[in-house]
């Protein structure tokens, strides 16, 4: 498809691709990787059970590293390319692999998309080769995939399919990208915008388009098959029961919070879905629709693209508004659909604008192309400053070497002395998926679907702590995917300040509800001032140059008091729901 081009129009993105990626080979593990939902929860669900000899076991066997152990049937399927790069290559050589794969999808299929339906295969195609590079440039959340770069691949052969120009190549792209992508976070919302196109199809004609529809099916249909397991046990086990079930934290919203909801993420869009449309995309797209507005045959894709926009925005701050909260009451599966997602939109919708935007820049005079240039070239810049590398090292310092501190759990492992998969830790002032990626198996952790049970029994742990920090019972009575052994002393901001140098002063966790959910050990980022007020022995603290974090290890003594094994308020319950949060 590209074959005819001049071979400039290709080699210069390219190179500048290569530029942005090149930390990852230059530096090695001292390269600076998103924390926030990668390194602190995805990249070590996947090595877990890259590692865990489970990859092909049967729904109820138990992965056993986090959580008292969890159902194969809650983890990824075992089809994921992502799963097998990080058995082939490892988790920091996956995360390599997986950026420079994302960024070249994300560069052709939006280069393709733009050629094809913007410019009509006009030629220079400048428009189309910045629009690619832009959106290649767009520091996509890497635990995503292709599930976001390769919209723009996806809706170019689906709407090749709908005017009837497809190949079977087009059909192939289909069947692959779901092994590469989430259905459940992104393609289901993406899948139901081309569902309503079909619709607006059949309706206008008044004759369904069945190649158009196939496609959709075909491609739901390879979703499905591949997360059998996910569908299997939430679908079909009428006995499971997710931590899901208790997700309240839309309750008490009101109009105004809705509205500022969708008035920021208008601005920012989603830490899932970065556009970083602000200001320069902003300012293009506003140029074009007051210099360029002329342009009619592109007026109107500008303005539906506009239109798209916003109404992305608009879902995701209904989602929090009463009118959800109504509709979540009257009609209890709608639970199970969060249409905030559809914000997940938000770079494919704002680069595609820039590239109409830019199009109509460039045919307003001999100057346009400089113009064009300029802009795409501001945006280039910006997106350089604010890739996941030069955010993550502006604002925490953090390696991914310092991030996980393997040299340091090794001497940790070594002090303990007992085989890991005998034990569990639990983790304080630091992510658990720390220890979780060395090796340990944790009482707690960062899990995106558990047991409503298992959270119930962890509530026992910390209800004490809970019961003095209004935002960290907020976050685990009403959303509870980090079941942490949180301390009301620290901050959610704490978490990523490395080597804290200060105590937690008044700790107060239940020993004999930890105790009964396997733990035996505690790791925490900051020395215990009050370790014998909850049965702890202090071992050893522990440094290392490579790690971001002082870790101070302690024992947990069983605690065998007559007076405690009749205390109601330590026995193991599983109420039928937590207390709720203020």
């Known amino acids: 498809m590209t074959s005819n081009l001049p071979k400039r129009y290709i080699a210069i993105p390219l190179v500048v691709l290569a530029a942005y990626l090149s930390p990852y080979l230059i530096l090695g593990q001292d390269h600076y990787v998103r924390i926030h939902d990668y390194l602190d929860s995805v990249l070590v669900f996947y090595k877990i059970l890259a590692q865990s000899g489970l990859i092909f076991a049967p729904n109820q066997a138990i992965v056993p590293n986090l959580m008292g152990g969890l159902e194969r049937a809650w983890w990824p399927s075992e089809v994921n390319v992502f799963l097998w790069f990080n058995v082939w290559f490892g988790p920091f050589g996956a995360t390599a692999a997986n950026e420079v794969i994302s960024r070249l999808v994300a560069f052709f299929g939006m280069f393709l998309f733009v050629r094809r339906f913007i410019l009509s295969d006009e030629r220079p195609p400048l428009v189309a080769v910045l629009a690619g590079l832009c959106f290649a440039l767009v520091p996509h959340f890497p635990g995503s995939r292709l599930s976001i770069v390769a919209q723009p691949l996806v809706l170019y052969v689906f709407l090749t399919i709908r005017a009837r120009q497809d190949k079977w190549r087009h059909w192939l792209v289909l069947i692959f990208v779901p092994f590469y992508s989430s259905f459940v976070v992104y393609y289901f919302f993406f899948l139901a915008?081309?569902?309503?196109?079909?619709?607006?199809?059949?309706?206008?004609?008044?004759?369904?388009?069945?190649?158009?529809?196939?496609?959709?099916?075909?491609?739901?249909?390879?979703?499905?098959?591949?997360?059998?397991?996910?569908?299997?046990?939430?679908?079909?086990?009428?006995?499971?029961?997710?931590?899901?079930?208790?997700?309240?934290?839309?309750?008490?919203?009101?109009?105004?919070?809705?509205?500022?909801?969708?008035?920021?993420?208008?601005?920012?869009?989603?830490?899932?879905?970065?556009?970083?449309?602000?200001?320069?995309?902003?300012?293009?797209?506003?140029?074009?629709?007051?210099?360029?507005?002329?342009?009619?045959?592109?007026?109107?894709?500008?303005?539906?693209?506009?239109?798209?926009?916003?109404?992305?925005?608009?879902?995701?701050?209904?989602?929090?508004?009463?009118?959800?909260?109504?509709?979540?009451?009257?009609?209890?599966?709608?639970?199970?659909?969060?249409?905030?997602?559809?914000?997940?939109?938000?770079?494919?919708?704002?680069?595609?604008?820039?590239?109409?935007?830019?199009?109509?820049?460039?045919?307003?005079?001999?100057?346009?192309?400089?113009?064009?240039?300029?802009?795409?070239?501001?945006?280039?810049?910006?997106?350089?400053?604010?890739?996941?590398?030069?955010?993550?090292?502006?604002?925490?310092?953090?390696?991914?070497?310092?991030?996980?501190?393997?040299?340091?759990?090794?001497?940790?492992?070594?002090?303990?002395?007992?085989?890991?998969?005998?034990?569990?830790?639990?983790?304080?002032?630091?992510?658990?998926?720390?220890?979780?990626?060395?090796?340990?198996?944790?009482?707690?952790?960062?899990?995106?679907?558990?047991?409503?049970?298992?959270?119930?029994?962890?509530?026992?742990?910390?209800?004490?702590?809970?019961?003095?920090?209004?935002?960290?019972?907020?976050?685990?009575?009403?959303?509870?995917?980090?079941?942490?052994?949180?301390?009301?002393?620290?901050?959610?901001?704490?978490?990523?300040?490395?080597?804290?140098?200060?105590?937690?002063?008044?700790?107060?966790?239940?020993?004999?509800?930890?105790?009964?959910?396997?733990?035996?050990?505690?790791?925490?980022?900051?020395?215990?001032?009050?370790?014998?007020?909850?049965r702890l022995t202090p071992l050893r603290a522990f440094t290392h140059p490579d790690s971001a974090w002082n870790v101070f290890l302690y024992r947990l003594e069983k605690p065998a008091t007559k007076e405690e094994e009749q205390s109601p308020a330590t026995n193991s319950i599983e109420p039928d729901r937590l207390p709720p949060s203020e």
Request: aromatic share 14%.
């Open 193 to 534: 915008s081309m569902g309503t196109l079909w619709l607006i199809d059949t309706l206008r004609k008044r004759r369904p388009d069945w190649r158009f529809v196939a496609s959709i099916a075909l491609m739901t249909a390879v979703f499905l098959g591949l997360e059998f397991r996910l569908v299997q046990t939430m679908l079909l086990d009428a006995q499971v029961v997710s931590h899901r079930a208790e997700f309240t934290y839309y309750q008490d919203r009101n109009l105004v919070d809705a509205a500022s909801r969708f008035v920021d993420n208008l601005k920012n869009a989603h830490h899932h879905g970065y556009s970083f449309h602000w200001p320069v995309v902003v300012f293009t797209v506003l140029l074009a629709g007051i210099w360029g507005g002329i342009q009619r045959r592109r007026l109107r894709i500008y303005m539906l693209l506009v239109a798209g926009i916003v109404f992305c925005s608009l879902a995701n701050g209904l989602y929090y508004s009463p009118v959800v909260e109504a509709l979540y009451r009257v009609a209890p599966i709608t639970r199970h659909f969060n249409i905030s997602r559809f914000n997940l939109l938000h770079p494919l919708l704002w680069y595609l604008l820039f590239a109409v935007s830019l199009a109509m820049i460039e045919k307003l005079s001999k100057n346009g192309r400089i113009l064009v240039l300029l802009l795409a070239g501001l945006q280039v810049a910006y997106l350089f400053y604010n890739s996941d590398f030069s955010r993550e090292y502006r604002e925490h310092g953090i390696s991914y070497r310092q991030f996980y501190a393997e040299e340091l759990f090794d001497e940790v492992e070594a002090a303990i002395g007992e085989p890991k998969e005998s034990y569990r830790v639990a983790v304080i002032g630091m992510h658990p998926a720390i220890p979780l990626y060395n090796g340990f198996h944790t009482v707690g952790g960062y899990f995106y679907n558990y047991p409503l049970a298992y959270k119930h029994a962890f509530y026992r742990i910390i209800r004490h702590e809970l019961a003095k920090s209004p935002h960290w019972k907020g976050l685990f009575v009403n959303w509870g995917s980090m079941a942490y052994v949180y301390s009301a002393e620290l901050s959610e901001a704490d978490y990523l300040i490395p080597r804290l140098h200060r105590n937690i002063n008044h700790l107060e966790l239940d020993p004999k509800a930890l105790w009964n959910l396997g733990g035996r050990y505690v790791i925490s980022a900051l020395p215990i001032a009050n370790p014998a007020d909850n």
